[in-house]
């Protein structure tokens, strides 16, 4: 048996065309802003961000990466964070990852007005999630409901196992489909050390990996027919010492059992981005 690909890019098409289509008949100058906020100057933030300009722009959002000194102290961060949040023409504020060591990511995120955090990270917009609110939750778990809603599967009663429970991803994922009464377990390292996961992977009907190691889940450990969402983006080398990115599952032996599984690259990754420039649209109609 070899899955049906479930590929991220004609959904985030939909999506953006979507954005894009209602920003349209906004007036010009109340066009949604998103800003980016970067401090020192890390490669992987920096193409994080021309992406995100580049997405921005297919759609009409004002895209302005704002760029600090490495050497800012997080006060002097938390101050500029401030002056964005009562910037009226500002809607979003991202804080692009990594900071550096000295700077606590999670003190500046949640310094960040909860209306014009599009990343979903603030303390007040994860509390929401328990509400099940899903617009203002982290772009990613928005991603993988969306992708899991795209397989038409019903959730009611569904066993859904969620490997992975980080505040961006595991834990609010695991939160939104226990909120459509899907049979919702949540694993993490724990489980593995208890050599536990396998055991609970292999019961799912909808499997989702956010873990970030490499090829973590086998094809042996999924269940005939499941559907299977990759969140993982790993940087390895192949045989040939060329670089290439990797899931946290290993395709080539999943294909062979899954029904459905999301590939990576170009599975999550594209919706999520997409999700930012929905989530941005949200945060101007929100607060204007
Ligand atoms: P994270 O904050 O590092 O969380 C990883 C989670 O996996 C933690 O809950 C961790 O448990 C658990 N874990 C670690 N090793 C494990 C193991 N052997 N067995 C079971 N659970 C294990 O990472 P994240 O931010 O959630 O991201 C996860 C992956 O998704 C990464 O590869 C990241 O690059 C990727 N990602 C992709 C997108 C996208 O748009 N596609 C967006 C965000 C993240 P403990 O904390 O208890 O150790």
């Known amino acids: 048996m070899s899955a049906k690909l479930l590929e991220g890019g004609s959904i985030a098409d939909a999506i953006k065309a979507e954005v894009k289509e209602t920003i ?9 802003q998103l800003v980016a906020v970067m401090v020192g100057d890390n490669p992987g933030a920096r193409a994080y961000a021309k ?10 959002i004002v895209y302005e990466l704002k ?6 102290s997080e006060a002097d961060l938390i101050a500029a964070v401030d002056e964005l949040n009562e910037d009226g023409a500002v809607d ?30 603030n303390p007040a917009n994860l509390g929401a999630v328990v509400m099940g609110q899903v617009e203002g939750a982290p772009c990613t778990a928005q991603a993988v409901v969306r992708l899991v809603q795209e397989t038409g599967i019903d959730l009611y009663g569904t066993e859904v196992v969620v490997v992975g429970h980080s505040e961006i991803v595991g834990k609010p994922v695991a939160l939104l489909l226990l909120d459509k009464f899907a049979t919702t377990t949540v694993c993490h390292i ?11 992977t292999t019961g799912a009907d909808i499997l989702i990996v956010a873990v970030g190691v490499p090829g973590l ?16 983006i790993n940087r390895v080398k192949d045989e040939e010492g060329k670089r290439k ?44």
């Open 24 to 32: 349209a008949q906004m007036p010009q100058e109340q066009r949604p």
């Open 51 to 60: 992406m995100q300009r580049k997405s921005c722009d297919e759609v009409g």
């Open 67 to 72: 760029e600090f000194d490495e050497s800012i």
């Open 92 to 121: 979003g504020i991202i804080l692009q990852m990594p900071v550096p060591e000295h700077i606590n990511a999670r003190t500046v995120q949640a310094a960040i007005a909860s209306v014009k955090d599009v990343d979903g990270v």
């Open 190 to 200: 724990g489980t593995s050390d208890a050599g536990l996961l396998e055991q609970h």
């Open 217 to 232: 889940i086998k094809g042996s450990m999924i269940k005939s027919g499941a559907t299977v969402i990759d969140v993982g």
């Open 245 to 288: 990115i990797v899931g946290d599952v290993e395709f080539d032996s999943a294909v062979e059992v899954a029904g459905t599984i999301t590939p990576v690259p170009g599975g999550v990754g594209p919706v999520t981005t997409a999700m930012l420039l929905k989530s941005t649209l949200y945060a101007c109609q929100s607060h204007r």
